[in-house]
């Protein structure tokens, strides 16, 4: 049984810091890219960042380009997401996905599995 389990996340004031991490079991990890969605109340989910199979290759919205950097140790079986400078407009609910495709990993249609998801608030 596979599980993508996200923590992480919290309150942290306009211009701080969060660093997320997945963990995975059930899968072969360094056969999968992963990626990060974000979904904010009443919107619907969206990209924030992706990781290539080997790491070689990584993908942002320009939302978040500059400020968020993903990283993967396949050693642990975990994906992280470093945000900086973090806004409120990044509130959200956030979620690590997996999926055994090559390429731009912005279309959640291309991941397998999905977590459960972790709360990010940004608000003074």
């Known amino acids: 049984q596979v599980q993508l389990v996200e923590s992480g996340g919290g309150l942290v004031q306009p211009g701080g810091s969060l660093r997320l991490s997945c963990t995975a079991s059930?899968?072969?990890?360094?056969?999968?890219?992963m990626g990060w969605f974000r979904q904010a109340p009443g919107k619907e989910r969206e990209f924030a960042a992706a990781?290539?199979?080997?790491?070689?290759?990584?993908y942002y919205p320009d939302s978040v380009k500059g400020r968020f950097t993903i990283s993967r140790d396949d050693a642990k079986n975990t994906v992280y997401l470093q945000m900086n400078n973090l806004e409120p407009e990044d509130t959200a609910v956030y979620y690590c996905?997996?999926?055994?495709?090559?390429?731009?990993?912005?279309?959640?249609?291309?991941?397998?599995?999905w977590g459960l998801g972790t709360q990010v608030t940004v608000s003074s």
């Open positions: 996905a997996a999926g055994m495709f090559s390429g731009w990993g912005g279309d959640k249609t291309v991941y397998d599995y």
């Open positions: 059930g899968l072969d990890f360094k056969t999968y890219a």
């Open positions: 990781i290539s199979w080997s790491g070689s290759r990584t």
